[in-house]
Every structure is written in C-alpha cells, then in structure tokens.
T-cell receptor, first 112, second 113 residues
Framework: DAKTTQPTSMDCAEGRAANLPCNHSTISGNEYVYWYRQIHSQGPQYIIHGLKNNETNGMASLIITEDRKSSTLILPHATLRDTAVYYCIVRAVGGANSKLTFGKGITLSVRP | DTGVSQDPRHKITKRGQNVTFRCDPISEHNRLYWYRQTLGQGPEFLTYFQNEAQLEKSRLLSDRFSAERPKGSFSTLEIQRTEQGDSAMYLC???????????FGEGSRLTVL
C-alpha cells in the first residue's frame, strides 16, 4: 500500500467546517483513498472512500485532487462528537492484498 | 446488533498464561481481519482470512500467536505464554472481498501483568 502523510493534529470550532488534509503522492492507479476515524476506546469507523471523483455521504465529503496525489476530508459542521483520530489510507480493493495499513492519523479536536 | 462482536472486551492475565479472543464477524462478510493497537499508535495488521483460509500473516505474528477461522464464520486469536509486550487492544474487522469498507469491533483489551 502507498504511504500517506497527515499532520499530527488540528482543531476547529464547533459548527465550523473541519478540513483534514492528506498527501499520498505515490498512490497507484488502482488504489482508493479511504478515511476512517477512531473515537477514544472504540474500534475504527469507516467514513468515506473514493478513487478520483469527489464523494459525499451523510458523514463527510472527500475531495481528491486531479493528480490524485492529495485529498481533503471535509466535515461540514463539526460537533464535539467528531473529536477523534482520523486515518487516511490508500488501498487497492479486492485481490490478494486488501488489508488496511494505518498510520498514526490526525487528531482532530473540536472545541466548543 | 448485527455488527462485529468481540469477546472478552477486557482481559487481565499474568505473564506466561495463554489467552484466547473470539471475533464474530458480520454474517455475510467473507473476509476477517485481526489488528493490534498500542497506546498512541494506529492499528497494526496481524492477519486476515478469506472464508476459512488464512491468506496473510504479518511478521508481528510470532509463533506464540495463532489465529483460526473454522468453517469461515467466527475467528479466534490465541496468544500463548503471554509477555508484557503483548498488552494491547486486539481489534477484529470484517468485510467483503469486492468492497472497500471494513467494519471493526470494539476490540479486546489485553493487560499482561
């Protein structure tokens, strides 16, 4: 799996948008960008994934640059419950090697 | 609840004892993964199964560790002769081969005294 780099931490005010960046300059053509988050003492939770088009679901939006070397996860209206570690992972779907390889992630702190 | 369940949630044991964790995946999922997580680190991959076949094992999985998935349903992770360095959260996840989402359980926290 290609490696990703994320800032160590960031914070945002409750109700504002949280924009979490991720660099994945060595991503391969068949690799997707995945985002998971982990709230303290819980297992990781899937948020969203995409290949090259921007994606949106009920939790977040994923913006992938045209060259696919970086992406941004957007939480449009952050709440205190969004305080968590967010992991950006690139991964090929299917095939023999399909495990998720986690880095240290970015710790998002949402302040009141 | 139809999510991934793990048992026990917490286990405290003495060094040298054997421990076993169980994972019940989401029933329609054919892939099952084990991860280990220590404080301040992201989850580290240990092994995964497709149905009952163990397809990959990490170098982290020493010979004291063994995982099984009989009949392609639940899975067990056994640690023999536990060491203090085995203290961690052991996470199980399940998914399907052609989709990207993995669903994680709440984990089993092991403390080795």
């Amino acid at each position: 799996d290609a490696k990703t780099t994320q800032p160590t931490s960031m914070d945002c005010a409750e109700g504002r948008a949280a924009n979490l960046p991720c660099n994945h300059s060595t991503i391969s053509g068949n690799e997707y960008v995945y985002w998971y988050r982990q709230i303290h003492s819980q297992g990781p939770q899937y948020i969203i994934h995409g290949l090259k088009n921007n994606e949106t679901n009920g939790m977040a939006s994923l913006i992938i640059t045209e060259d696919r070397k970086s992406s941004t996860l957007i939480l449009p209206h952050a709440t205190l419950r969004d305080t968590a570690v967010y992991y950006c992972i690139v991964r090929a779907v299917g095939g023999a090697n399909s495990k998720l390889t986690f880095g240290k992630g970015i710790t998002l702190s949402v302040r009141p | 609840d139809t999510g991934v369940s793990q048992d026990p949630r917490h286990k405290i044991t003495k060094r040298g004892q054997n421990v076993t964790f169980r994972c019940d995946p989401i029933s329609e999922h054919n892939r099952l993964y084990w991860y280990r997580q220590t404080l301040g680190q992201g989850p580290e991959f240990l092994t995964y199964f497709q149905n009952e076949a163990q397809l990959e094992k990490s170098r982290l999985l020493s010979d004291r560790f063994s995982a099984e998935r009989p009949k392609g349903s639940f899975s067990t992770l056994e640690i023999q002769r536990t060491e203090q360095g085995d203290s961690a959260m052991y996470l199980c996840a399940s998914g399907n081969v052609n989709t990207g989402e993995l669903f994680f359980g709440e984990g089993s926290r092991l403390t080795v005294l």
